[in-house]
């Protein structure tokens, strides 16, 4: 790409306030949400949270990434009598049953332990179709054999990862292991590359089109992360708001080294609910 | 490559025997050993392990790789006062010990669970220059946040791999996840690559060389794999024995579709010492 350098260009977000959402909400017809950072921290809900998902959900369809891989299955056909096994916790467990799939293993699995013993055979459910590994707090071997066998043994079966984030905020004081390692180990014992449903697959956009012809220009991606979120909202080529809920400063975002700039910067999620209410 | 279509080549290895033992021998001055399917298989030795072994350590110095790492560190000049972090099992922190390196984790985490509240911060010993991650039965979420964070907060802390076998034989009747699943998870959080110091690394072979002048032409790999073992051997220049005691059959070996080929095989490594006594 050519530049030039006789021009200084300053790209900056834009605050997002009560004078400017009117005309934003407006062109949207889709939130993506990143969770971490943005809907909670650690265990913690963030301030605002539940007022404002429940005032969006009432005017437009939200759609978060714990649902995606569900709706993945779902559109692709997966058979009801199939089985899914997962790793990772409750939430997956519970998109699959709303979705009309039977999962197994996720946290009831967490305590299981393996027996190496000579003629002992780890047994598994042959109907298992997918195996969908996300964060798993209660990783162990006994899981991690699992959803081996499941992908190595039973034909045709898929292997789906919610996201591969490295890590996450599992705790407001520091960072933990996200799906990205559990996602990695599974790689490790089935030398397979899943297929990725989150972020940085652009799964949810392309179903939001296909199903609801919700161009990415109608969508509004909602991260605390420069890197990841906004740079995965941008090249997609939905609107951008960066949330400073999460790892994300000011200071990062005004920072001259920073080369990613979304639309709209604000505090937290629930500023989008106070400015709707204050705007003229 | 060209290939000459007119010509037949059957390329086959030598059945050892009491006959051709004695000239091997005599060329090699080290073995190195796999395990899973050579020295054990499950949770079981091999039939005449400990005296085939025995009667080699009397002749010839003998190197596993579970012994690799911590010689890593020592030939690297890891000080002494700085701690191992170990994900794996026992026998990576006994050769720890032996190398006079004060190792943590292994075993003794595997029952360790996270508290995932606020305010709690997991804390981790800041004197861990090094996380050495090898096939561990008790993997779990404290083990791999502890590894994790050692890596990413210590400076300059190593991440060693002993191995990446997707899979290794821990019972007789079916593969389980090996030190790749572990070592890929660590990858994962980490976003960094390990130090491997085994398969398919050629770190012990460089360490004989440079250590007691023995080239790899005077080695002899000896594995119970085709495709890992003996390809690794033959591309370090090693003489190669294929042993019929893990996973290739003697079929396998012969196959015409097989294009891997050792300079010799035998059942099982305990033939090197009846051969012996049986030598003319």
Known sequence: MEQNASTTTTVTATALSP??????????????FDCDGVIWKGDKLIEGVPKTLEMLRSQDEIFSSSFAAAMYLKINGFPQDKKVYVIGEEGILEELALAGYTGLGGPEDGKKSVQLKPNCLFDHDKSVGAVVVGLDQYINYYKLQYGTLCIRENPGCLFIATNRDAVGHMTDLQEWPGAGCMVAAICGTTQKEPIVVGKPSTFMMDFLL???????????????????????????????????????????????????????????????????????
């Open 19 to 32: 004078q400017n959402i009117k005309p934003l909400f407006k062109s949207i017809q889709a939130f993506l």
């Open 210 to 280: 296909k199903k609801f012809q919700v161009d990415t220009s109608k969508m509004c991606m909602v991260g605390d992360r420069l890197d990841t979120d906004i740079l995965f909202g941008q090249n997609a080529g939905c609107k951008t708001l960066l949330v400073l809920s999460g790892v994300t400063t000011l200071s990062d975002l005004e920072d001259p080294s920073n080369t990613i700039h979304p639309d709209y910067y604000t505090s937290k999620v629930a500023d989008v609910f106070e400015f709707l209410e204050q705007c003229p």
